[in-house]
């Protein structure tokens, strides 16, 4: 009996497995063929200096448009992008496009300074990737020193001599580099020290932690560690007031979140910077 019962639940994991592989296909077939028909969009979140309230950066983030709102949410298609290998394609015509999104915002005077744009394991494999980043900035001419890559802890970890020496061209270049969802993934503190970045992105689940009593006390050690390794700060998903005002006594550099502003359209970003320079806010 005891067999049987096995079988029929292997049967149901199998039956599952095939449908969840099929579903996954599917969906990468169709993210594919919207690509390729120019239906992605790449919205940004401005990034805000705490001390100043200026806007510093923005981040630019990938959308998947349909008919009736997103077709998927980014947390569902980038980890099948990245299976199938189209991130590389996609991740560089988001690169394009934040060099030129930037580059049209110059004429304002609280134009972000710096594009922040994610990068992906997949492309970091790549040996091609220092060569194409450097191609995609000289022909959409962003400045290297304007464009921030956030990559993940795992990716900094990963093989460290080729990470490294990697990172340093990039660095090399005038890219700044931070690392992404900082303090969920398993960074050693000997390599992290050894690494060629900029920042570290405290990840969201810490300061959400900072409104129900654990106080923040990971995003506080965060903070020390970056001070200690002379490495910046920002906190992503900063939603309230107190949280910001946390921060910014711990001395975390800058904050982004839906307290500021959600990712939206390049339109919308440009009416949302016009609508602060009365307010002399940067
Ligand atoms: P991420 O890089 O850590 O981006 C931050 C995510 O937090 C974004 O989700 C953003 O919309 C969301 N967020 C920002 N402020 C707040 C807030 O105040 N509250 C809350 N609850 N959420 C906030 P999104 O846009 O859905 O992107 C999810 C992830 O997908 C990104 O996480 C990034 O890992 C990946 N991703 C997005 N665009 C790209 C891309 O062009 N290339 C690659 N490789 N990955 C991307
Ligand atoms: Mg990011
Ligand atoms: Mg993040
Ligand atoms: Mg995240």
């Given at each position: 009996r005891a067999k049987k019962h096995y079988h029929e639940s292997h049967e149901y994991f199998m039956a599952d497995m095939e449908d969840n592989t099929r579903w996954r296909l599917e969906v990468i077939r169709h993210l594919r063929q919207d690509f390729q028909s120019n239906k992605l969009q790449v919205w940004y979140q401005p990034q805000i200096?705490?001390?100043?309230?200026?806007?510093v950066g923005m981040e630019a983030l990938v959308r998947w448009p349909g008919e009736?709102?997103?077709?998927?949410p980014p947390s569902v298609f980038i980890p099948l992008a990245e299976y199938s290998g189209l991130i590389v394609e996609i991740g560089e015509w988001v690169l394009a496009e934040a060099a030129d999104a930037w580059r049209s915002l110059q004429?304002?005077?609280?134009?972000?300074?710096r594009v922040a744009v994610n990068v992906s394991m997949p492309q970091f494999r790549n040996r091609m990737l220092i060569d194409r980043i450097a191609h995609i900035l000289g022909s959409h001419r962003?400045?290297?020193?304007?464009l921030e890559l956030e990559i993940t802890e795992s990716i900094a970890m990963d093989e460290p001599k080729v990470v490294i020496s990697a990172l340093g061209a990039l660095k090399e270049l005038g890219i700044r580099i931070s690392i992404d969802d900082f303090g969920t993934g398993f960074s050693s503190l000997g390599q992290l020290r050894a690494l060629p970045i900029n920042c570290l992105k405290i990840d969201q689940s810490f300061i959400r932690e900072?409104?129900?009593?654990?106080?923040?006390m990971y995003a506080e050690t965060i903070v020390a560690l970056a001070s200690k390794l002379g490495l910046s700060t920002i906190a992503e998903g900063v939603e309230t007031t107190e949280q910001a005002g946390f921060l910014r006594g711990l001395g975390c550099d800058e904050a982004q979140g839906y307290l500021y502003a959600k990712p939206m359209t390049l339109a919308d970003l440009r009416q949302w910077l016009e609508q602060r320079i009365p307010a002399h806010r940067g």
């Open positions: 200096e705490l001390n100043s309230n200026r806007v009736n709102g997103f077709v998927q004429d304002l005077p609280n134009a972000p300074h962003l400045p290297p020193t304007a900072i409104a129900n009593g654990r106080g923040g």
